[in-house]
C-alpha cells in the first residue's frame, strides 16, 4: 500500500514539473514575439499604416447598386414612373426621380398628386438607368430634359421610355435608325413624326441593346422587369415580379397596339354631337365600338356626317391600305365596311346608327370590324 502512494505522489510530481517547463517555454516564446513586433508595430504607427487583418475572403464586399434615375415633370402618367420605380426598388436598385427643378411635380390623373424630386439635372448623380415616362409633357429637342438624357446616356448602360415618353427619347435623336414603340394610340403619330425610326406595334417591349422602348402605361412594369433579367437574369426578374405580385409573362403575345380598333380611325366628335360614353371590346382580329352621342341632327343627317367622316379618315395615312377603303350602304341607317391592312389582309365590317326611343336627341354609333381571311 506505501509503495502505491509512492509511486503516485512520483507520478503527480512529475505531471507538476511538466507543467511548470511548458509555462517557462510558453512565457518565453510570448516574450519573444512580442519583442519581435513591437519594432514591426512602431514602424507601422510611424508611418500612418494600420496592421494588416486578415479577413475571410469569401466575405468579400458588396458591389454598390445599381442607380436609377427616372425623369418626372408635370403631368407625368402615374403608372408610368410608379410601376418601373416599384421593380427598381425590390430589385434592390437605388431609384431616384429627377426634374428640372426640386419644386414638386404635379402628375396625370384625376386632381394630381405632387411628387417632389430628389435631384436636379444639375445636380443628379450618374444613372446606370435612366426611365422616361409619358404623359401630358413631351420633350423638346432644345429642352433642358433632353440636354440632360443625352448626357447620362452617354455613360449609363440602358436607358428606357415608357408609353410617349418615346416622343421626349426621339427628339434625342437615340432613336434613329432603332425599333421602337409606344402607347397604342401613338403608334401611327410616332411613325409620321419620326421617319428614321422603325416603329413597331405588336410588341409591348422592344430591345435594341442599351435602349429600350415600351409600350403604354403597364407595359412599363414589363419593361422594367426585362431590364432586371437583362441585368440580374431571369430568376431575379421572376422573384421580384412575385414580390410585387404581378403576372409576368413575357412572351404571352398580349400588345395593345396590335388590337382591331387599330384599324378603326378616329373621327371628329364634333361633326356628330356631345360625347356621353363609349364601350368597346375585342382583340387582334375582331372589334366592336360602341359611342352614345347627344345631337341635334336628325338620324339620316347624322348617317351621312358619319359616312363621310369615315371616307375621310381612311383617305389619310393609316395602317389600312391606301385606297382599299369603300363603304356600301345596306339599309336606313347601316353601311358595310370593307379594306386591307398594309399585310394584305382583307377586313370588313358594318356602320350602324341606332335611334334612342327614350331621347330623340340621342343615338348609338356602333362599329364593328373583323378580319375576313
Known amino acids: 500500500m506505501s509503495h502505491s502512494i509512492n509511486h503516485l505522489g512520483t507520478v503527480a510530481l512529475f505531471v507538476s514539473r511538466t507543467f511548470d517547463v511548458f ?77 428640372a427643378t426640386q419644386r414638386p411635380v404635379i402628375t396625370a390623373a384625376g386632381d394630381g398628386e405632387k411628387i417632389v424630386p430628389k435631384y436636379t439635372f444639375a445636380d443628379a448623380p ?48 437615340l432613336l434613329d435608325g432603332l425599333s421602337a414603340t409606344t402607347t397604342a394610340g401613338n403608334i401611327l403619330r410616332l411613325r409620321q413624326t419620326y421617319p428614321k425610326i422603325k416603329v413597331v406595334n405588336d410588341r409591348r417591349v422592344v430591345d435594341n ?31 421580384v415580379a412575385l414580390a410585387i405580385e404581378y403576372n409576368w409573362q413575357p412572351d404571352n403575345g398580349y400588345v395593345r397596339g396590335a388590337m382591331a380598333d387599330r384599324l378603326i380611325p378616329g373621327i371628329d366628335p364634333g ?32 348617317f351621312g356626317a358619319v359616312q363621310t367622316a369615315y371616307e375621310k379618315a381612311y383617305a389619310a395615312d393609316g ?27 382583307h377586313w370588313q365590317g358594318t356602320l350602324t346608327v341606332e335611334l334612342i326611343t327614350a331621347d330623340v336627341h340621342q343615338i348609338v354609333l356602333r362599329v364593328v370590324t373583323a378580319r375576313a381571311d
Open 126 to 173: 450618374q444613372a446606370d438607368i435612366v426611365v422616361i415616362p409619358g404623359g401630358g409633357y413631351e420633350a423638346p429637342s432644345n429642352s433642358t430634359a433632353v440636354a440632360w438624357i443625352k448626357r447620362e446616356h452617354a455613360h449609363d448602360q440602358h436607358t428606357m421610355s415608357v408609353c410617349n415618353g418615346a416622343f421626349t427619347l426621339a427628339n434625342t435623336g
Open 319 to 345: 395602317p389600312w391600305s391606301p385606297g382599299s377603303f369603300h363603304m356600301d350602304s345596306s339599309g336606313p341607317l347601316t353601311a358595310a365596311l370593307h379594306f386591307n391592312d398594309r399585310d394584305g389582309h
Open 209 to 239: 441593346g442599351k435602349i429600350i422602348t415600351t409600350a403604354g402605361l403597364s407595359a412599363g412594369i414589363d419593361g422594367a422587369l426585362h431590364m432586371v433579367a437583362v441585368l440580374d437574369g431571369e430568376d431575379a426578374a421572376q422573384s
Open 23 to 99: 509555462r517557462t517555454f510558453d512565457a518565453s516564446i510570448r516574450a519573444s514575439l512580442r519583442a519581435a513586433l513591437l519594432p514591426v508595430a512602431a514602424a507601422c504607427a510611424f508611418f500612418s499604416f494600420s496592421v494588416p487583418v486578415f479577413a475571410d475572403p469569401s466575405a468579400a464586399a458588396a458591389p454598390a447598386p445599381k442607380k436609377v434615375a427616372i425623369l418626372i415633370f408635370d403631368g407625368v402618367q402615374i403608372i408610368d414612373y410608379s410601376g418601373p420605380y416599384e421593380v427598381f426598388a425590390d430589385a434592390g436598385y437605388d431609384v431616384f426621380a429627377v426634374a
Open 271 to 302: 361633326v356628330i354631337g356631345d360625347l356621353i360614353t363609349a364601350k368597346r371590346k375585342g382583340d387582334k382580329d375582331h372589334w366592336e365600338k360602341a359611342t352614345w352621342f347627344k345631337t341635334k341632327l336628325s338620324a339620316t343627317e347624322l
